[in-house]
């Protein structure tokens, strides 16, 4: 029996059930059983990761279930996945990535948005580029919850993104329009579109071979880029690999599109993150 944490939020375990699925079709032998755990952060709405910090947070619990082995692996959207995991723990793999688009739910009309919620600092860096005179808030909850505060006027218009919205399968709103940002308008987090599958140290060799070998190295390159640029899932920072070219978001140097060159995954990534460093030094100089 394979016990799965997983949060406790429809998105959550919808993207735990595709996990689920997958491996169960690769491991027939095996049985699944899925443990929902109920975490801190998701009881807190009124906490501001930014201020108050918001490193694992959405991981602790998870955590925790493994560590004393309640549980034997742990899905997450791989966006919220801190940087360095807790000690004997390890990313296995992930499932193949969906779409790494960010979209924008509005009330209004684009040219009519004065006033936008989010709680990501990527997000609203960059939006203050297509929305200067916008004004921002903080917005907290599950998907459902945060469209009715935009349907009911709490705000014009927040961010979504589009896997975690086509996973729940909405497609729209009664009073909101949905469309998506170009990757050069706003940069992805690292990861994003991607379920993680974590698991106990020792035991990844059970689980990788079932899963996406390119999202693998797409979301290494880009969480190994993230560390050296900003770290941390509320990082300002976005980074996106399409496997050529690397999009970086940083507010201090605005968008970049990078070449990626190597002919391994390895060197692909020694490639990028030799390019961030030197961006790196810019930024500190």
Known sequence: MITVATRKSPLARIQTNTAVC?????????????????????????????????????TKELDHALLNKTADIAIHSAKDLPIELADSLVIAGYTARESIADCLVSRVERHLIKQIATS???????????????????IRGNVGTRLQKIANGEADA?????????????????GLSFINLEVDLMVPAAGQGAIAVVCRSGDEARYRPHLCDQTFSAVSLEKACLKVLDGGCQSPAGLYFDGTHLHIFHPSIAYNCLKIEGNTAMEKEAFAVEQVQLIRHRINE
């Open 158 to 174: 927040t961010l979504l993104a589009e896997a975690g919205l086509n996973r729940l399968e909405i497609y729209e709103h009664e």
């Open 120 to 138: 990501s600092p990527r997000r609203r860096e960059q939006l203050k580029e297509i929305f200067p005179d916008a004004k921002f808030k903080l």
């Open 22 to 58: 997958l491996l169960s079709e690769a491991l027939p032998d095996e049985s699944f059983q899925i443990l929902p755990i109920v975490t801190e952060i998701d009881s807190r709405l009124d906490y501001s990761l930014e201020t108050q910090g918001g490193n694992g947070l959405f």
